[in-house]
């Protein structure tokens, strides 16, 4: 069975430190794999997007790794802000036949960074 | 640069109504989905269009109908709303199988 698990559930930091959140999958045949961050009351937005071949992927102050062979991916932010406090999402893309590709959700990481 | 628009944002339905839900993407997208997300679960999909005339359904299409008679527009319909309905809807679009470009969300409650 796909599934797309997350850890921590929930995180809470101080301003300024870093952490790190943590994506484990059983997806097949992979595709690609995803971070997306989501703001309280909005829709979510794509930070990395990594293929088997890439092992790392930055976006400014996150970057994503991915271990193909162990099926982790990891996303790490530095020097936390404020505007971090988001839920962060890890999906997983599976290949199929047809015209898209099946994605699988993970239900979230949600950071809370404190002043 | 409107991105992905999504209207209403918020509704609340008596169980037994029906009602329609809006997407509209700028970015000439070929691809188009519509999903639910429900506390402690991840995003499911619930139908998605790979181009205009085309539907098909996804992980959890029941009770809910869509069509895509142009482009830009995604309509999802719910004929007879259900309590079991209530949830916030995400309406995305993507160029293929690129990251996909979310809407903000439309809060559905039925009672």
């Known amino acids: 069975k796909n599934q797309v698990e997350q850890s921590p559930q929930s995180l809470i930091i101080l301003e300024g430190k870093n952490c790190t959140l943590q994506?484990?999958?059983?997806?097949?045949?992979?595709?690609?794999l995803r971070w997306y961050k989501q703001d309280t009351g909005r829709g979510p937005v794509s930070l990395t997007i990594?293929?088997?071949?890439?092992n790392t992927k930055s976006n400014g102050r996150y970057t994503a790794t991915l271990d193909a062979d162990t099926k982790q991916s990891s996303l790490h932010i530095t020097a936390s802000q404020l505007s971090d406090s988001a839920s962060y999402i890890c999906v997983v893309s599976a290949r199929r036949g047809g015209a898209t590709n099946k994605l699988i959700f993970g239900t979230g990481t949600l950071l809370a960074v404190q002043p | 640069n409107a991105g992905v628009t999504q209207t209403p944002k918020f509704r609340v339905l008596k169980t037994g109504q029906s009602m329609t839900l809006l997407c509209a993407q700028d970015?000439?997208?070929?691809?188009m989905y519509w999903y639910r997300q429900d506390p402690g679960m991840g995003l499911r999909l619930i139908h998605y269009s790979v181009g205009e005339g085309t539907t098909a359904k996804g992980e959890v299409p029941d009770g809910y109908n869509v069509s895509r008679l142009k482009k830009q527009n995604f309509l999802l319909g719910l004929e007879s709303a259900a309590p079991s309905q209530t949830s916030v809807y995400f309406c995305?679009?993507?160029?293929?199988?690129?990251?996909?470009?979310f809407g903000d969300g439309t809060r559905l409650s039925i009672l």
């Open positions: 995305a679009s993507s160029y293929r199988d690129q990251p996909q470009h």
């Open positions: 994506c484990n999958y059983t997806v097949s045949p992979f595709s690609n």
């Open positions: 990594m293929t088997f071949s890439e």
């Open positions: 970015m000439n997208h070929e691809y």
